[in-house]
């Protein structure tokens, strides 16, 4: 989706807003619509013909209230609005579509395997890997850095998965067309065909590790998966696929799109990468700043359980509930200047990874390979330059880019020989 703020005084007649087309996301800026929405219709009921309706809460402190009141906003019904109709599914079935407290059987164990320290163990081998995937950046030409950092996510996460290296090329191909099945640049037909293949493609993948895991167990999240019990009763091998589903999709639909935009936020904005070369404490600052001005997960879906009331507005019990993580992320009440990028932000209390008994499992994981990215990013580029036409990806849930043409200049000092040979 496009980035920029509203201009001043400008507001959205809230009968053009349309928060669930996918594909206006592409050239239809939201920030100004949220931005009025938050002034004037916090709460705010989207009517669809022929379709459900669904509520749109804009405000951080909103947002907050509802990720996490599990009991009255449920998220058995699905997460993201494209389910909102027909509800999700594996409803029920994996961590993120799972009310406590049966979550918490499955998340308990699960985080275990991607705790803050397993992946600071694991972050010298991530910074090979990184350096070898910014190697084609380093003869200082044109590249296009959205699709170079797809592959970011199975650098960090793949052996904690369990997914063999030899796949992970695919992987970011198999999932964002799971997550945009209406971008031109994963549609392979119809919505329905193209999701159906990288259902297949991915199921496919995760059936036969699966098979392998139950026969030989590893040290990774799928034989953990396989071992689970949840109310005495152990995970069959529907629910161990469809948890290995939303875990590679929780992984490969965000944390790119983290990386894309801060490139892009530093291409338009470099007064902001010289504060951080300047100063290297403004790293993790940085990466804060990034999560925040991106917040690749635009929204969170919940059912209602109960009649509830949000700003004095009253919602049926059953009704759905569009939580807009982005808006709150650029709520003025919390955030001073919210539609500038500023690495020195502080506080920063951002909501990219949710809060709450579904804050991001993830969350360690992407922190540290984003804190790493930036480290090598600073170690090598001096400044980054637009090159060409930037694209946005078709969808209400996945801020991305699908195309960020970028010519890095590199640093005088860069340690080219370093990171070419992938030391
Ligand atoms: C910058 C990167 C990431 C962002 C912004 C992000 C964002 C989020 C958000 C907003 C949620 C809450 C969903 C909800 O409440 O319905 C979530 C949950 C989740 N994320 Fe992430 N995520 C990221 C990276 C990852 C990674 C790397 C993984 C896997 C290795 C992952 C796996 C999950 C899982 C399994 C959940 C569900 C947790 C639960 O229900 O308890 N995410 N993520």
């Known amino acids: ?7 001043p005084g400008a507001r959205t007649p809230l009968d053009e807003i349309d928060l669930f087309d996918p594909v206006r996301f592409r050239t239809v800026p939201p920030h100004p619509i949220w931005h009025t929405l ?3 219709a916090p709460v705010w009921r989207q009517a669809r013909p022929g379709q459900p309706a669904f509520w749109n809460v804009t405000r951080y402190d909103d947002v907050v209230r509802i990720v996490k009141d599990t009991a009255r906003y449920s998220s058995t019904h699905g997460n993201v609005l494209d389910v909102a109709e027909h509800g999700d599914s594996a409803g029920g079935l994996t961590m993120p579509l799972m009310d406590p407290p049966d979550h918490g059987q499955v998340r308990g164990p699960a985080i275990r395997t991607m705790s803050t320290q397993v992946v600071r163990r694991r972050s010298e081998g991530v910074r090979r890997r990184i350096r070898r995937l910014l190697e084609p950046a380093l003869a200082g030409e044109t590249v296009d850095f959205a699709q170079i950092m797809l592959h970011l996510p199975m650098l960090a996460v793949g052996e904690i998965l369990g997914v063999p290296e030899e796949v992970w090329q695919d992987i970011p191909g198999w999932t964002m067309a799971g997550v945009a099945p209406q971008d031109p640049v994963y549609a392979q037909g119809s919505n329905e065909r193209t999701l159906r293949r990288a259902h297949y493609q991915l199921f496919a993948m995760f059936s036969k590790l699966i098979a392998e895991r139950r026969r030989a167990p590893k040290d990774d999240l799928i034989s953990l998966l396989t071992q689970l019990e949840v109310n005495g009763r152990k995970f069959d091998d529907q629910q161990v696929l469809l948890n290995c589903y939303s875990m590679v999709m929780g992984a490969n639909t965000t944390t790119p799109h983290v990386a894309g935009h801060l490139i892009l936020a530093l291409a338009e904005n470099p007064d902001a990468w010289r504060m951080v070369l300047a100063d290297p404490e403004l790293v993790s600052g940085c990466v804060e700043e990034a999560l925040r001005w991106a917040t690749p997960t635009n929204h969170v879906m919940r059912r209602t359980t109960t009649d509830v009331e949000i700003d004095g507005v009253r919602i049926g019990e059953g009704e759905i509930v569009a939580a ?3 808006s709150a992320n650029r709520d003025e009440s ?6 500038r990028f500023r690495p020195d ?3 920063n209390p951002h909501l990219a990874f949710s809060l709450g008994a579904h804050y991001c499992i993830g969350g360690p994981a992407a922190r540290s390979l984003l804190n790493v990215l930036v480290e ?3 170690a090598t580029f001096s400044a980054f330059e637009i090159d060409g036409t930037v694209e946005h990806l078709a969808s209400n849930f996945i801020n991305g880019l699908t195309r960020l043409p970028i010519r890095p200049v590199l640093r005088h ?3 080219v020989a370093l990171a070419a040979s992938g030391a």
């Open 1 to 7: 989706m496009l980035m920029q703020g509203p201009e």
């Open 38 to 40: 938050r002034a004037e």
């Open 324 to 326: 807009w993580i982005g």
């Open 334 to 339: 919390v955030f001073e200047d919210p539609y």
């Open 345 to 347: 932000r502080k506080p």
């Open 376 to 378: 090598e990013l600073a």
């Open 413 to 415: 000092d860069a340690p």
